[in-house]
């Protein structure tokens, strides 16, 4: 029984300092290079008649992680707004055009962060987003989990499409305002 309970405490140390050392102790900033391959980032739209789930397959950033100094860490993430897939050609297509994301002239969304805090086990990643040549300042609540050689950041946001210039509505199919983003991005260390 006394084994077991003192398992239990070593197990519960271990984690606890896994999840609130993200970089370990004594260390720089570390740098990350975020790896598409191994992250995802989707989208989910609502409208009258069909929801639509998306994902975009390009993008790149950095990451720089101190846990030592949160003040030294940022974030700079550049999604290709063409790779949007929605499992719907018509749809992505519709999607791409002047309506809604506008690619031709606005070929990336990207966050970069300006500042990022700590609440306990989670962390706020304040930062501007731009898109369609609006930039607005937002704050999305994230998860850290620090791998061997990898940092796994995962959140989720909505989005007011209206906020960034996208006013497209349909009479029989109106476009309800709320995006809802959802991300987990890998980065492995560079």
Known sequence: MWHGGRTLVV???????????????????????????????????????????????????????????????????????????????????HLRSKDFLFVEQYPTITFTSTAITRDGLKYAVQGDLEMRGVTKRVTVPVTVEQRQDEIVVQGSMSLNRKDFGIQYNAFFNPVQDAVDITFTIVGVKS
């Open 11 to 93: 197990i519960g140390w271990v984690l606890g300092w896994t999840v609130l050392l993200p970089v370990g102790l004594g260390q720089a900033a570390e740098r990350y290079q975020i790896a598409p391959q191994k992250s995802q980032v989707q989208f989910k739209g609502y409208s009258l008649l069909a929801n639509a789930l998306g994902t975009f397959h390009r993008f790149s950033g950095e990451i720089v992680a101190d846990a030592q100094q949160l003040d030294a860490s940022h974030v700079r993430f550049v999604i290709e707004t063409a790779s949007l897939d929605t499992a719907n050609t018509r749809r992505d297509q």
